[in-house]
Each structure stands twice: as C-alpha cells, then as structure tokens.
C-alpha cells in the first residue's frame, strides 16, 4: 500500500494519504452487490437473483461504490496507519480524494496523533524514605481501636448523657417552621461526639438525661450537600428514650483470646499486630515510592502538547470507571447526583482537574515500556489468567476470551517496567532530597 504521512509542523495533526488497490475494490464491490441484490425487485427475476452485469446495465457499477468504500474502509485506514507508524488519538475525518472507475481508489484521512514523548532518566531515581518502623504508641493505638469494637453498650440510669455516650432519640426538624425531607427519625441511636449529624447538633444534647425533650438549634453548612437547605437555620425537636454509655473489656489474655483465636496471650496478640502494622506500612512505602518514582519520570521526560481528544477521552474513561463501580453497588447514578446536590457535570470537571496529568503519565509508561520492550512468557499470561479468573470469580476459559494475548502482554510488561522503576529506585532522607532538587 502506497501510504504518506504529512505532519503540521508545530501540532498533533497531520494528513495520512493512502490508496486502495483494485483488486481490493473488486472484493468490495463483491460484498456491496451481495448486500444490496437481496433487497433489489427486478422485473423478470426473484428478489435476490439479479444477475451482475443487469445491475450494472441498470444503476451502473458506480451505485456500489459507496457501500464497497464502507466495506473497505476500515482495513484499509487500520494499514496505513501500521505503515505509517503513527499513533491517532480520536476519530479520523476521512476524505475521498478519488474513486475513479478501473483505477485505485485514494483516500485521505485528517487525523490526531499521540505528542511525541522524548524520556529522561526513569531508572535509579531517587525518592523520599520512608520509615517501616512500627512504636509502641502504634500498636497500643490498634489495641484500643479492637477494644472499642469489643465495648457493649450499658443503659445510663438517670445520668446525664456525656460525649462518647449513645443516645436512643426521636427527632424531627424544621426550617422557617416547615418540615423537610430527611429531617425525621425515631428510635435513632446516635453516638455523641461522632459528628454524623449537623455541626453543633450533638453537643445540644450532652448534659440530658432519658425522656428529656431538648429544642436543637443549628445552621446547615453552606456546602451542604442538600442546596435547598444549604445554609439556613433549623430548629429540631428531640425526645431522648435512652442514654447509654460504653463499658470497655479489660486489656487481658482472655480479651487477646476472644478477638483472635490464633494467640493465647495479650503478649501474642500485641506482637501479631505489630507485624500486621509493619506489613501495611511496608506495602504503603513500596506504593509510595512507585508513585514518585513514576511522577518523576513524568517530569523528567519531554511531552508535546497534549491534544484536547486524549483529555476528554480519560474525562470519559473515568467517569465509565466511576458509574460502573456505582452500579455495581446497586447505586443508581441519577439518584448519587440527587443525593449529593451535583450534577454529571460536576463530576466531570472534577476528573478533568488531573487528566493531563494522568494523560501524562500514561504516555510516559507506555514510550518506556516502548523502549525497554520488556519479555513476556507463556507461563506469565497464564499465571496472569489465573490471578484474573480468581479475582473475578470467572472461568478462565471466559477470561481469555474476554481480553486478547496482546492486551495481558502490554499489561504484564507495563507491570515489569514500573516494577523495575520502584526497585531501582534510591529512598533518601527528605532533606538530602529536597538538597538534591
């Protein structure tokens, strides 16, 4: 295929020019004519059994020509594309340039191409050290936490509630004298000091002891999520019903064995969760490191402008990712809008805040992955397949028929080279790299 590539000097857009051979017209006139016959009533002959050379006689060859282009289309701009070596982002505007009978149809498409990426150094990079080391203050912290898990609420008789006690309440609440949607509960039990509720409203009703009525007056937030009542005063009636306070289990060895039955001892437990700690802490500095390992390749490579399809394609691509994890929530999306006071617009520009970043570092990771071409073995797309059959609870016959060998081999080396980044990579203290900038 005769295929040339002209590029505008200084942007992402060029004019792709190729051709298609006649014989390759010939197969889409072929396909053109199957298609259009089964429709065609030709006095003298059955629906679908028009002979060529009477079609041609009546509406003449060039009738097909639009349908065959569609038919042909496709393959033919997917080629040049791949001999032209460039990389579109978007959709092409095609153009015919001529259809002449008997001769080779030229086409030309006007299209976005990818910015071109020049990389600086991406390996041995050095990042901020972070320390694994887990305190004894760490650990007596989750120690607590598991302890307030364990606590059982007691009734408070004719005590005064205090924060951190429960109360059992009714209430009901009006703004301007007029009750509003989700202002009204009963038998709600509501921890003071959580800051579930408006600001203000739970320390109202610290000092009240069970069937107090208490007059609660507050000020809905100005960014409240519900616009209509979105900075207005409020006032709610609350009857308490009861008022229950925390009684925490002793910090012994029959706590440590009632909340884990691996341990026998407080002594084991508090050793068990100082590796569990340590665990996080190291999954979280490797995290850490991989993410500035790779935000200083980004910055440390040349990238053209970015073309404004590619930021609204990741707009997209995120807000498919957004609603699919709603759904599968069993969240509908019209009604999370509604909910919120934001709109799908919101939401959009709200991913557009870091999609050229994002865009960024895609294109970053895949000139690497480009230009380190990084082996990928048979074993490693099945072990792949596997991990992917199991995470999903699907069969790995419909995991390989769901994402092609290409797909898992660009995924798994685009995996190998970020590895390789963050594994290269040299922590330092915060000072001696802060010098280092």
Not at 73 to 78: D, F, G, K, Q
Not at 89 to 98: D, H, K, L, W
Not at 347 to 356: A, I, T
């Amino acid at each position: 295929m005769s295929v040339k590539w002209e590029k505008e000097e200084g942007k992402n857009n060029g004019k792709l020019t190729f051709k298609i051979q006649p014989d390759k017209i010939k197969e889409g006139l072929d396909i053109a004519f199957n298609k259009v016959k089964k429709s065609l009533n030709v006095p003298g002959f059955r629906k679908g059994k028009v002979p060529r050379q009477i079609f041609n006689k009546m509406y003449g060859e060039e009738a097909l020509y639009q349908d065959a282009l569609n038919a042909l289309l496709p393959e033919a701009y997917a080629n040049a594309v791949s001999e032209s070596k460039i990389k579109p982002v978007g959709q092409p505007e095609i153009n015919v340039e001529s259809m002449e009978k008997g001769s080779e149809w030229v086409l030309s498409a006007m299209v976005t191409v990818e910015p071109e990426v020049k990389l600086g150094e991406y390996k041995g990079l050095e990042v901020e050290k972070h320390s694994t080391r887990v305190t004894a203050k760490e650990v007596d912290a989750e120690l607590e936490r598991r302890r307030q898990q364990q606590a059982e609420l007691v009734l408070k008789e004719d005590e005064p509630a205090e924060k951190g006690d429960t109360v059992v309440i009714d209430f009901e609440g009006k703004v301007d004298g007029k009750a509003f949607d989700g202002g009204k509960s009963q038998n709600y039990s509501l921890e003071l000091g959580s800051n579930t509720f408006i600001p203000g409203f739970e320390d109202q009703l610290i000092g009240h002891k069970a069937d107090d009525d208490v007059e609660v007056k507050v000020t809905f937030p100005e960014d409240y999520q519900a616009k209509e009542l979105a900075g207005k005063d409020a006032i709610f009636d609350v009857k308490i019903h009861e008022v229950k306070q925390k009684e925490l289990p002793e910090l012994d060895d029959d706590f440590a064995k009632d909340i884990d039955d691996d341990v026998d001892t407080l002594t084991e437990l508090k050793a068990k969760i100082k590796e569990q700690i340590k665990e996080q802490k190291e999954a979280a500095a490797k995290n850490a490191i991989q993410e500035e390992a790779i935000s200083e390749a980004v910055e440390n490579a040349t990238i053209g402008d970015i073309p404004e399809v590619m930021i609204e394609d990741d707009v997209q691509r995120q807000m498919d990712q957004y609603f699919g994890g709603m759904q599968q929530q069993g969240i509908d999306p019209q009604m999370y809008f509604k909910l919120t006071g934001t709109s799908e617009e919101d939401l959009r520009k709200q991913f557009r805040e870091g999609s050229e970043e994002r865009v960024k570092t895609n294109l970053v990771l895949e000139a690497i992955v480009n230009k380190e071409n990084p082996e990928v073995t048979d074993d490693e797309i099945n072990d792949e397949i596997k991990d992917l059959a199991k995470q999903y609870g699907m069969d790995e016959k419909a995991v390989r028929a769901a994402l092609s060998t290409d797909m898992l081999k660009h995924d798994i080396a685009m995996r190998k080279v970020v590895d390789e980044m963050t594994d290269s990579a040299k922590p330092v203290s915060k000072t001696k790299k802060k010098e280092s900038k």
